[in-house]
């Protein structure tokens, strides 16, 4: 089987360490490759080329850095199927599922090609006598980024083409479950015509990330996983003098309001919970009914259409499933322990996809669609992200009630609800305590000119993932204030300069 090493210098080089894990095809069970799990001495090296190329990439004007991401931008257009068909054989998603995260990714390349607009910083004339100052927004240098399994090609374009376009290099960590796609955005950056050493990626675990946060070369981190291993980045890297960005968990809430369409509910819950078998940090785990009327309504409605849902491979079935395996068979197992405890705990479990079959595919790591009614918030199936296709739905009495619930909540990614009323939905965006918020709109992810980010334990760092926190991320304000033709000629300034 094939073992996949890292991309340094624009080259594959193979791994070199003893060590190595298996990636799997989720619709088969099958392993598909191996890769290679860098030592701490590659990931160095890695590093080294990312630093041995920053002064002449951060000296190239930014209009040439942009051309190559129009560059990069067209490629990615034309493999787009190519890297969804990876992201689909090792993640699992459905292809369609697949090719749309291509193109969420490919609006940050189309955002960070705007790049010299970007950092034109800000001018004043004669803040003083004859005096004028302006910003200049400077890259760091070697930045990190190190990223999850669900997203192997939206999220590592969450970072790259920001990071690139400001004048930065970088070492980037893939997911050591599902590589290949990542991989290929590297090989097609530097088909694009970026410089070697600007981008390289290095496969690994906990051995190469430690290397990258504490490496003294490394000016900054981004991150994006679970919240433990968030934490962990966080406190590491800000102990190690670097700028981070960690992005975490999440437990999201919609919240399901008397007056608002049942059908239209229903549909946009249905994709938003088990879209990607759950597997998604915006994806709705939560249905708040106010009232049990609505609730009732609703899980019957939800059980007829889970009852029409097909589950399968995400490659070579017509027609296309709705869902596709879990990421792994340890996944899996956990997932369906959940499934157990919220049994266990008391909840109603009205649909089970425990032990679900898949003609043909017999080993793939398949769950069905997972419904449970009566769900509280003593429960650890309401408390803990699942990510899973499993949907839990809480009854509250009150519009009150929903909204305290969800800022109770540790996590605060995304939220959203369903009304028709605009008052209620105005309180909601006023007072909910979390980053990204949906009205109407279940799964209410940002475009890439906005910011991604959530807020309590679904974030670490002040600011999130592309738009203007990314520029602000990968650059350093410099203020610069100059007077000419003279400067003081005679008679030292001991006081304080003010305006005169
Ligand atoms: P994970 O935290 O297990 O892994 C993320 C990355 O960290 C991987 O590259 C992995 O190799 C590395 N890593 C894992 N354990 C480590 C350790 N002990 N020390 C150092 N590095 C380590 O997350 P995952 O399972 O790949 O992804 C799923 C999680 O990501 C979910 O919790 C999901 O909510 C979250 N996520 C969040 C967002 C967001 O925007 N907030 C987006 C996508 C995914």
Not at 119 to 143: A, H, T, W, Y
Not at 385 to 390: D, H, L, M, R, S
């Amino acid at each position: 089987m094939q073992t996949l090493g890292n991309l340094i210098n624009n080259e594959a080089v193979a791994g070199r360490s003893e060590r190595h894990a298996t990636v799997y095809n989720p619709a088969t069970g099958e392993p598909r490759l191996y890769v290679s799990l860098s030592s701490a001495d590659e990931t160095r090296e890695a590093i080294a080329a990312a630093q041995a190329a920053f002064d002449g990439w951060s000296k190239t004007p930014p209009l040439v850095r942009a051309r190559v991401m129009f560059r990069f931008k067209e490629l990615l257009e034309r493999r787009r199927d190519d890297v969804a068909r990876l992201i689909t054989s090792e993640h699992g998603k459905v292809f369609s599922d697949a090719q749309g995260e291509v193109t969420r990714g490919l609006e940050v390349v189309e955002f960070a090609c705007g790049i010299p607009h970007l950092l034109k910083g800000e001018f004043s004339s004669n803040v003083g006598r004859d005096i004028d100052s302006n910003s200049l927004m400077q890259p760091l240098g070697v930045c990190v980024g190190i990223t999850p399994f669900n997203f192997p090609a939206m999220v590592p374009l969450w970072m790259l083409p920001v990071a690139i376009a400001c004048g930065n290099t970088f070492v980037l960590k893939p997911s050591e479950k599902d590589p290949s796609a990542t991989m290929l955005l590297g090989e097609l950056l530097a088909e694009a015509g970026l410089p070697a050493g600007v981008l390289n990626i290095v496969n690994g675990d906990k051995e190469a990330v430690d290397v990258l946060l504490t490496d003294e070369r490394v000016q900054s981190v981004s991150f994006v996983g679970s919240t433990p291993i968030a934490e962990y980045i966080y406190a590491t890297a800000s102990a190690h003098g670097k700028r981070c960005q960690a992005l975490g968990g999440a437990k999201n809430h919609m919240v399901v309001m008397p007056d608002a369409d049942p059908q239209q509910v229903v549909s946009s819950l249905i994709g938003a919970a088990y879209g990607s078998a759950g597997e998604r940090c915006m994806a709705i785990s939560v249905a708040v009914c106010v009232g049990d009327e609505v609730a009732d309504k609703l899980v019957g409605m939800l059980q007829g259409e889970i009852g029409q849902m097909r589950t399968g491979p995400g490659l070579g079935v017509e027609p296309e499933p709705h869902m596709g395996p879990l990421v792994t068979r340890e996944h899996q197992q956990k997932v369906s322990g959940y499934i157990d405890l919220g049994v266990e705990e008391g909840a109603t479990l009205v649909c089970d996809g425990r032990g679900i079959k898949v003609a043909g595919y017999e080993n793939g790591f398949y769950l069905g669609p997972t419904l449970f009614d009566r769900v509280t918030p003593d429960m650890r199936i309401y408390q803990e992200e699942i990510f899973g296709p499993v949907l839990a739905v809480v009854r509250v009495k009150s519009f009150d009630e929903a909204l305290q619930l969800i800022n109770d909540h540790e996590y605060g990614n995304g939220t959203s609800i369903f009304t028709r009323d605009g008052d209620t939905a105005r309180q909601f965006e006023e007072n909910v305590r979390v980053g990204m918020v949906g009205v109407n709109v279940p799964i209410p992810v940002p475009m890439a000119f906005h910011c991604f980010g959530g807020w309590k334990r679904s974030v670490f760092g002040p600011l999130n993932m592309h738009g203007p926190d990314g520029v602000r991320f990968f650059t350093r304000m410099k203020t610069v204030t100059r007077r000419w033709p003279t400067g003081i000629r005679a008679g030292a300034e001991f006081a304080m300069p003010t305006m005169k």
